[in-house]
């Protein structure tokens, strides 16, 4: 599969999805994820975005996001405003059933042995 295919899946994925470092750093979002943060966002500028671990306030989520790195995969449900975690929002409004209130947390290793990236995708 060629590049440009992958990017436009990941692209136009129905669920928001996040590509992030262990530093927390955002480095890779698609256009749903782009939907949500506006929806949130103080200034939706073309601020980077950042994992801020002081603002999660669901233990599930903060293992998840923590222990990605470990190389684990996280199945987590019942999740309240979880987009709170990233910069530039101030504060969600409140949970959505509709919303998204899973998500999936896997790891992503650029030569099968070391983890480079953790990835997050977000559904209803």
Do not use: W
Request: aromatic share 14%.
């Amino acid at each position: 599969m060629n590049d440009r295919l992958f990017c436009q899946i990941i692209d136009f994925f129905p669920y928001p999805i996040a590509i992030f470092t262990p530093q927390y750093n955002i480095t890779l979002v698609n256009r749903a994820f782009e939907t949500e943060i506006r929806r949130y966002a103080l200034d939706p500028g073309n601020e980077a975005i950042r994992i801020l671990l002081y603002k999660i306030t669901d233990m599930q989520l903060a293992t998840g996001v923590t222990r990605v790195f470990a190389g684990d995969t996280f199945f987590l449900e019942d999740l309240k405003n979880p987009f709170a975690m990233f910069s530039g929002i101030t504060k969600q409004s409140a949970t959505q059933p509709d919303r998204f209130h899973k998500a999936v947390i896997f790891p992503l290793s650029a030569d099968n042995k070391r983890i480079t990236h953790g990835v997050i995708v977000f559904m209803p």
